[in-house]
């Protein structure tokens, strides 16, 4: 009996060593940064969350992320009958359990109020408890004295139509130099008109889960592929140089296969991704090559042409898949070329978004050697 017994502890915590795997989210770094995958907001038990922080912070690292930070509502707490109110628990609980994983857990806090002013996030807190108060104004002005980093989340909500509308009170806070992001992805919405309005006002890029539940419970299958990140761009994995970055603005966000940010970020973002497996290139006569190229991101590139060269043609629509080599079929265009020639082939990557109307321009760039048909 006691040896079926051990069995089943064996066979039980192999189970468990199993499951608890982490699904790296491949982006690659860019020159002079590392890339740290966060998610900003997410809630718990102690507001209106459906998971105790520990549950919160291991589905974090399993999915892949570097940091999170754990973002409950002050003013509404719908489990304050069976959850004692404490407005830095979840996140001294949180904390302990990110610790040994080696996730970086940030204090955080939502100050929620009816729109407008509607819902802020503050990061980088040292006080939860300290930033109650009457007026947002105040509350909001003693998470600066504390060095926070703050956004607007989610401005489309409860919006005519989900319109999202920029109010005297966001001017206000902006105007104090208290505003620092937007979000421009909440779960699955991106909203173009608050990219739009980060472009104009100079204001961090932000994408949050936002969630409540476990994620895997709002996004199933296709968590990997859904669940939006904010890509850092951080001098080191540290949380004081996440919070560097986020002033800085160094910071893209992907959702769904997309990726918005500035061309300064997604053009490493992009060729740091890329590699031409077969660079030794040729091509005979009016012949064609097959080049293999390599994604190592998790974005499956959206390639348009964006122009044309004199020597070669190319397919104006190609995909370069997440994690794997696709080919792209390079066709001469002439039987008469002859020796190496540098090819930059511009395509636009749809899926890169640099505003909410453009998307990145890049090139690819081949050597080719060509020899002309024979007489
Ligand atoms: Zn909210
Ligand atoms: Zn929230």
């Known amino acids: 009996m006691a040896v079926i017994g051990l069995l089943l502890v064996a066979a039980t915590s192999l189970v468990i060593a199993q499951t608890r795997a982490r699904t790296e989210l491949t982006f690659p770094d860019l020159p002079g940064y ?33 940091a999170i930070a754990i973002t409950d509502h002050l003013e509404y707490l719908p489990h304050g009958k069976d959850i004692l109110t404490n407005y830095n628990r979840s996140y001294e609980i949180a904390r302990a359990a990110a610790e040994p994983l080696d996730l970086i ?3 955080g806090a939502e100050i929620t109020r009816g729109e407008p002013p509607g819902h802020w996030n503050v990061i980088f807190i040292e006080d939860a408890a300290s930033l109650e108060a009457t007026n947002y104004l105040d509350a909001l002005k003693a998470a600066i004295d504390q060095g926070a980093f703050i956004f607007w989340n989610h401005p489309g909500w409860k919006q005519a139509e989900g319109k999202s509308v920029w109010y005297a009170e966001q001017e206000a806070v902006w105007q104090k130099g208290w505003l620092h992001g937007l979000e421009i992805v909440n779960g699955l919405d991106y ?12 204001l961090t890029l932000v994408g949050n889960s936002d969630a409540h539940n476990p994620v895997g419970l709002d996004y199933g299958e296709l968590l990997s592929n859904r669940r939006p990140v904010t890509l850092v761009f951080a001098t080191q994995r540290t949380k004081e140089a996440i919070r560097e970055a986020l002033l800085a603005r160094r910071t893209a966000v992907y959702c769904t296969n997309a990726v918005f940010g500035s061309e300064t970020f997604l053009k490493p973002l992009f060729e740091q991704s890329i590699e031409i497996v077969n660079p030794d290139l040729r091509i005979k006569a009016k012949g064609h090559v097959l080049v293999q190229i390599r994604n190592r991101s998790l974005v499956s590139y959206e390639l348009a042409a964006a122009g044309k060269v004199p020597e070669v043609t190319v397919p104006d629509r190609v995909r370069l898949h997440a994690g794997k080599v696709s080919l792209l079929d390079v066709q001469a265009k002439s039987d008469k070329l002859s020796g190496e020639k540098a090819l930059a082939l511009p395509f636009r990557v749809k899926n890169l978004k640099t505003s909410p109307k453009e998307s990145l321009k890049v090139e690819l760039n081949l050597t080719v050697t060509f020899k002309p048909a024979e007489d």
């Open 105 to 107: 857990c940030i204090r």
């Open 34 to 66: 590392v890339t740290l995958k966060c998610d900003f907001h997410a809630h718990t038990v102690f507001s209106d969350g459906n998971v105790w922080p520990t549950v919160r912070i291991e589905e974090a690292w399993r999915q892949g992320f570097d």
């Open 191 to 202: 909203d173009p008109i608050v990219h739009q309005w980060c472009l104009d006002r100079g």
